[in-house]
């Protein structure tokens, strides 16, 4: 059986942890943010500047991403006639009708193997590359998300997994097509919502669409079979009438389990 130590914690648990300075941040300025997000349908004439949007995708990139891998892509549809045809493939909603922009949020699983040979040859090119991020990239990526081809490693990585797993902790997915595409929306959705959040942070609003036509956006898009649309999201100034009632949250108990 192939012996991988995933984590060595070892060194960390046994070396005097001394604290490291962070940043000084607004949490204030933070919670302001979030809480004046809202998911809005309708938007002014008002459009967002070229540099607002660039930001806010720039914050998009910062989210983090499963073993830094970065599947996703921000697909921004600028020209008239696509956007047009994006609002009737996001089903005509008003959040996409009347939005000033429209970026989508693609998931592409099927992008680890060529992000992976990138990292490496980034990490090769680095004569100061640590040697755990080499082995990460060089191995491990390899033995968590290959599934051979024709899915060949699958039935193969289920026993090992399964086996391992009896005796001591053991990652169990991905396998299969589907939890690599759950892997994948995973990381682009966090993206999204700091795009969000940048948006409102730059006093416009946004709207969240999983309500899409989405073989069609991915044939606009050109994009292939195995690539997952997220959401598209909007981009613009709220209307009057365009938030949709205050917000509304079920008790936090329903949600927040300690244990
Ligand atoms: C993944 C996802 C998909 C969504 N799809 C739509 C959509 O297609 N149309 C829409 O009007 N709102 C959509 N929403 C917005 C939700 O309805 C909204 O977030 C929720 O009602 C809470 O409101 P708030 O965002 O203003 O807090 C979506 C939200 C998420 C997270």
Redesign the pocket.
Known sequence: MVKVKVFDSTEARSSKRKPLEAPKTDAAAFYEVVES???V?VYTDEPVPEPVMRRAMDAALLAPSSSNLQVWEIHWVRSNEKKEKLAKYCLG?P?AVTAQEIVVFVARPDRWKTNNEHMLSILKANPDAPAKALQYFGTITKLIYSQGPFGMFRPFKYLWFSLRGIQKPTPREPIHLGQMATWAHKTTALAAENFMLAVRAEGFDS??????DSKRVKSLLGLPRRAGIT?AVSVGKRAEGGVYGP?FRFDSKRAIHEH
């Open positions: 997000r809202r998911s349908r909603q959040a709207c969240p669409m999983e309500g899409l959401m917000r």
